[in-house]
């Protein structure tokens, strides 16, 4: 598995052109490629955290997984291995322009990414290794025809361009070389780096969602106050019967004291972020039913939604009828994505389970 986690198997594919045959089989650029990406990993693997997890697939390179299988069918695997692979690095030169190879194996990662919904953005790092008068196509230029920044990697030989560190040997031992390569190190270690944080959100959030599809045990807070604590204790005990786990272990005390509302609300949203969705507790008493759609349903949900990348649905349990379902408050409760549960029927928590599943955003609901 790649550093940044499922579902990548390989940190970087990198991409480049042979360049046409140097007449004893091998391709012009191949040997110079394979000294940049080795030189490449062993500056990135000098990083602790990507020291023993790196993984790069290089089409030349011997090493079991990070190269070709000599016995497996080779579009089919090369294939395989690009859209497996977090960040595409690509050697530019009109070479990799003209290559039909090359345009493949851009267009397969592209498309793949598409599939898996991850946006290509940032994700493409261009080293220049030769000049281009090509055209570079979409996604290495935007809508104006602008370039991909990518990085310089090429200077001029006595009046010829060529790949830093041509003229040496080995070719990573040229200081000039070296120090621009820890300038893309620097920047493909930051968008690992990053691409990590973001996948590990997302696997939090995508098991939140299948645990809002089990037929029960998930955690529900129940937000109600003090002095409605027999409604509340009421509506618990009928969740916990239907085998919920219910937090708080209590209705919340009513504060004046700035400080003490701003104490709560800060326990509220740690309790949040570990629960799975959250019910607010309707009672006869309107002005605190409207503060805490605003209140809790919007902004302290939303705090606890950035803490752990949960759905967190809501619903508004109306406890009392048609009364406090006014034209004003549905279109509150709309505004903060609320759904109503009717919590006046005798069997109302039957309407928990459908409701989560219906919430989830696997069958195309709103959290």
């Known amino acids: 598995m790649a550093y940044v986690g499922l579902p990548f198997t390989h940190d970087l594919f990198v991409s480049y052109s042979h360049g046409g045959d140097d007449g004893k089989g091998k391709g012009l650029l191949q040997p110079w490629s394979a000294v940049f990406v080795e030189a490449l990993e062993r500056e990135l693997r000098l990083e602790k955290q990507l020291y023993k997890e790196l993984r790069i697939f290089l089409d030349k390179d011997e090493r ?25 690095v690509i050697l530019m030169s009109d070479q990799y322009l003209e290559s039909a190879w090359c345009t493949e194996e851009r267009n397969w990662w592209c498309q793949h990414q598409e599939k898996l919904g991850f946006a290509i953005n940032e994700r493409i790092a261009v080293v220049k290794i030769w000049p281009t008068t090509a055209a570079w196509p979409p ?102 019967d239907k085998g919920f786990c219910v937090l708080p272990g209590s209705p919340d005390e009513v504060e004046d004291n700035p400080q003490k509302i701003q ?11 570990d629960c799975d969705a959250l019910l607010l507790l309707g009672t006869a008493n309107d002005r605190a039913l409207d503060a805490d759609l605003v209140v809790i349903g ?34 509150s409760a709309r505004h903060v994505q609320a759904d109503w549960i009717d919590g006046t029927k005798d069997n109302w928590t039957s309407q928990i389970p459908q409701w989560l599943q219906d919430k989830s955003p696997l069958t195309g609901g709103q959290p």
């Open 298 to 331: 919007k902004h302290d949900r939303q705090s606890a939604r950035s803490r752990s990348s949960r759905p967190l649905p809501c619903a508004l349990l109306n406890t009392v009828g048609t009364a406090i379902i006014t034209p004003m408050r549905q279109a």
């Open 139 to 240: 996604p290495l230029s935007d809508s104006r025809g602008e370039h991909l920044v990518g990085f310089e990697f090429h200077t001029s030989i006595s009046g010829s361009v060529r790949p830093l560190g041509w003229t040496d040997e080995p070719f990573s031992s040229n200081p000039t070389f070296r120090k621009a390569l820890l300038g893309i190190v620097a920047q493909l270690i930051a968008k690992l780096s990053a691409l990590k944080v973001r996948l590990e959100e997302r696997g939090r959030t995508v098991a939140a969602i299948d645990h809002l599809h089990q037929p029960g045990g998930q955690t529900l807070y129940l937000h109600g106050r003090a002095d409605q604590a027999q409604a509340w204790e009421k509506a618990g005990l009928a969740l916990a």
């Open 64 to 88: 079991l997984g990070h190269g070709v299988d000599p016995m497996s069918p080779l579009t089919d695997q090369l294939r395989e291995h690009i859209n497996e692979s977090a960040l595409l």
């Open 263 to 273: 104490e709560t609300r800060e326990r509220r949203v740690e309790i949040l972020s």
